[in-house]
């Protein structure tokens, strides 16, 4: 089943369940990247000392660390999943560690001991959805 809202966004469902999203917003890397370093770089977590899961999210590394540079980084907890999926936030580990669950979820919500405010996490999303470019 296909519905249509009055601001013409479509959505499909099953058995009359279905979610109508807005279209993603085009959101720039330095927005995420400053994300990051608010969120999670403090507490030596994702900094360039000693990076948890080998991921460095520092302004100066954030961007090669998740997307890289020809076929997308794979994530150390789920190798077959790549911790950004350009275009497809729902197909990115991080996404799904940002959010706690997804398939091939593993280890604890990030950032750890803190939730991210779902305005940030749409904005991650918005950026993966628009293809995660590097500006």
């Known amino acids: 089943m296909t519905c249509t809202d009055q601001n013409a966004l479509a959505g499909v469902g099953v058995s009359q369940v ?6 993603a917003q085009a959101v720039s ?6 994300i990051f370093v608010a969120s999670c770089t ?3 977590c ?4 000693q990076p948890a899961g080998a991921l460095d999210l520092t302004a ?7 997307v890289g540079t020809g076929g997308g ?3 150390g907890d789920c190798p077959a999943t790549l911790l950004v999926k350009p275009g497809s936030p729902d197909q990115s580990y991080l996404v799904h560690k940002l959010q706690g669950d997804g398939p091939c979820f593993f280890g604890s919500k990030m950032p750890k001991g803190a939730t991210l405010p779902a305005e ?3 904005q991650i999303r918005d950026w993966i959805a628009t293809g995660a470019p590097s500006n």
């Open 29 to 34: 890397f330095a927005t995420v990247k400053d």
């Open 60 to 66: 100066t590394r954030a961007y090669a660390s998740l």
């Open 18 to 23: 279905f979610t109508v999203s807005p279209p």
């Open 42 to 44: 403090s507490m030596a």
């Open 120 to 122: 940030k996490i749409q």
């Open 46 to 49: 994702h900094d360039s000392t």
């Open 73 to 75: 980084v794979p994530s």
